[in-house]
Protein backbone atom coordinates (compact mmCIF):
# COMPACT_ATOMS: atom_id res chain seq x y z
CA UNK A 1 0.00 0.00 0.00
CA UNK A 2 2.78 2.51 1.08
CA UNK A 3 4.20 1.73 -2.58
CA UNK A 4 1.21 3.07 -4.26
CA UNK A 5 0.88 5.85 -2.72
CA UNK A 6 4.68 6.62 -3.28
CA UNK A 7 3.96 5.94 -6.58
CA UNK A 8 0.64 8.47 -7.14
CA UNK A 9 3.10 11.23 -5.28
CA UNK A 10 5.86 11.11 -8.21
CA UNK A 11 3.08 11.03 -11.02
CA UNK A 12 1.38 14.09 -9.50
CA UNK A 13 5.02 15.86 -8.82
CA UNK A 14 5.98 14.59 -12.92
CA UNK A 15 2.43 16.25 -13.88
CA UNK A 16 3.18 19.47 -11.75
CA UNK A 17 6.97 19.74 -13.30
CA UNK A 18 5.21 19.37 -16.28
CA UNK A 19 2.45 22.28 -16.19
CA UNK A 20 5.21 24.62 -14.47
CA UNK A 21 7.96 24.02 -17.27
CA UNK A 22 4.65 24.46 -19.97
CA UNK A 23 4.40 27.68 -18.05
CA UNK A 24 7.22 29.13 -19.53
CA UNK A 25 6.38 28.70 -23.67
CA UNK A 26 2.70 30.22 -22.69
CA UNK A 27 3.79 32.97 -21.02
CA UNK A 28 6.40 33.83 -23.76
CA UNK A 29 4.12 32.93 -26.54
CA UNK A 30 0.91 34.99 -24.92
CA UNK A 31 3.82 38.30 -24.20
CA UNK A 32 4.64 37.78 -28.04
CA UNK A 33 1.37 38.06 -29.23
CA UNK A 34 0.45 40.66 -26.85
CA UNK A 35 3.25 43.01 -28.19
CA UNK A 36 2.05 42.24 -31.78
CA UNK A 37 -1.09 43.89 -31.13
CA UNK A 38 -0.65 46.24 -28.64
CA UNK A 39 3.06 48.07 -29.10
CA UNK A 40 2.98 49.75 -32.47
CA UNK A 41 5.73 52.43 -32.33
CA UNK A 42 7.65 53.91 -35.64
CA UNK A 43 11.16 52.22 -34.74
CA UNK A 44 9.29 48.61 -33.91
CA UNK A 45 7.61 48.79 -37.36
CA UNK A 46 10.52 49.68 -38.77
CA UNK A 47 12.37 46.37 -37.25
CA UNK A 48 9.67 44.34 -38.08
CA UNK A 49 9.30 45.75 -41.67
CA UNK A 50 13.24 45.87 -42.66
CA UNK A 51 14.90 43.60 -40.45
CA UNK A 52 12.43 40.58 -40.39
CA UNK A 53 10.79 41.43 -43.53
CA UNK A 54 7.18 41.09 -42.58
CA UNK A 55 4.52 43.39 -42.88
CA UNK A 56 3.06 44.97 -39.96
CA UNK A 57 -0.11 44.37 -41.22
CA UNK A 58 0.22 40.99 -40.71
CA UNK A 59 1.26 41.33 -36.92
CA UNK A 60 -2.27 41.33 -35.82
CA UNK A 61 -3.23 37.75 -37.47
CA UNK A 62 0.01 36.45 -36.27
CA UNK A 63 -0.85 37.06 -32.73
CA UNK A 64 -4.72 35.82 -32.89
CA UNK A 65 -2.76 32.42 -34.32
CA UNK A 66 -0.46 32.56 -31.71
CA UNK A 67 -2.82 32.99 -29.08
CA UNK A 68 -5.18 30.59 -30.39
CA UNK A 69 -1.98 27.60 -30.77
CA UNK A 70 -1.01 28.47 -27.42
CA UNK A 71 -4.77 28.20 -25.82
CA UNK A 72 -4.96 24.06 -27.50
CA UNK A 73 -1.41 23.92 -26.09
CA UNK A 74 -3.00 24.83 -22.93
CA UNK A 75 -6.35 22.87 -22.58
CA UNK A 76 -5.80 18.89 -21.67
CA UNK A 77 -7.74 17.36 -24.72
CA UNK A 78 -6.70 19.23 -27.06
CA UNK A 79 -2.76 19.53 -25.91
CA UNK A 80 -0.76 17.77 -28.77
CA UNK A 81 -2.80 19.37 -30.98
CA UNK A 82 -1.54 22.57 -29.34
CA UNK A 83 1.86 21.18 -29.02
CA UNK A 84 2.33 20.39 -32.99
CA UNK A 85 0.76 23.84 -34.00
CA UNK A 86 2.90 25.89 -31.12
CA UNK A 87 6.04 23.83 -32.89
CA UNK A 88 4.89 24.78 -36.29
CA UNK A 89 4.43 28.25 -35.33
CA UNK A 90 7.87 28.58 -33.73
CA UNK A 91 9.69 26.40 -36.71
CA UNK A 92 8.43 29.55 -38.67
CA UNK A 93 9.81 32.00 -36.77
CA UNK A 94 12.58 29.92 -36.52
CA UNK A 95 12.66 30.02 -40.33
CA UNK A 96 12.50 33.67 -40.46
CA UNK A 97 14.99 34.39 -38.38
CA UNK A 98 17.45 32.49 -40.13
CA UNK A 99 16.81 34.07 -43.08
CA UNK A 100 17.84 36.91 -41.75
CA UNK A 101 20.68 35.73 -40.28
CA UNK A 102 20.06 35.67 -36.53
CA UNK A 103 20.26 33.03 -34.28
CA UNK A 104 17.04 31.13 -33.21
CA UNK A 105 17.94 29.87 -29.87
CA UNK A 106 15.18 31.14 -28.42
CA UNK A 107 12.63 29.61 -30.65
CA UNK A 108 14.11 26.03 -30.66
CA UNK A 109 14.06 26.36 -26.78
CA UNK A 110 10.62 27.15 -26.45
CA UNK A 111 9.41 24.61 -28.84
CA UNK A 112 11.86 21.74 -26.59
CA UNK A 113 9.86 23.55 -23.23
CA UNK A 114 6.44 22.90 -24.21
CA UNK A 115 7.46 19.67 -25.43
CA UNK A 116 8.79 18.75 -22.61
CA UNK A 117 6.12 20.12 -20.67
CA UNK A 118 3.63 18.25 -22.31
CA UNK A 119 5.56 14.79 -22.29
CA UNK A 120 5.49 15.37 -18.11
CA UNK A 121 2.74 15.88 -17.81
CA UNK A 122 0.71 13.26 -20.23
CA UNK A 123 1.91 10.28 -19.35
CA UNK A 124 0.72 8.52 -22.29
CA UNK A 125 2.90 10.21 -24.86
CA UNK A 126 5.85 8.89 -22.88
CA UNK A 127 6.07 5.30 -24.76
CA UNK A 128 5.91 7.18 -28.23
CA UNK A 129 9.56 8.40 -27.40
CA UNK A 130 12.23 6.73 -28.89
CA UNK A 131 14.30 6.26 -25.28
CA UNK A 132 15.31 3.09 -24.32
CA UNK A 133 15.84 2.15 -20.99
CA UNK A 134 19.44 0.50 -19.55
CA UNK A 135 18.01 -2.65 -18.01
CA UNK A 136 15.19 -3.94 -20.65
Not at 23 to 38: T, Y
Not at 67 to 72: G, Q, S, V
Request: proline share 5%; aromatic share 8%; with cysteine.
Amino acid sequence: MEMVSAAAREKKWVVWTGWIISALPVLMLLFSAAGKIFVHSSENDKFIEEHLGWPVRYMTGLAILEICCTLLYLIPQTAVLGAILVAAYLGGATATHVRVGDVPIFQVVLGMLAWLGLLLREPRLRPLLPIRRLGR
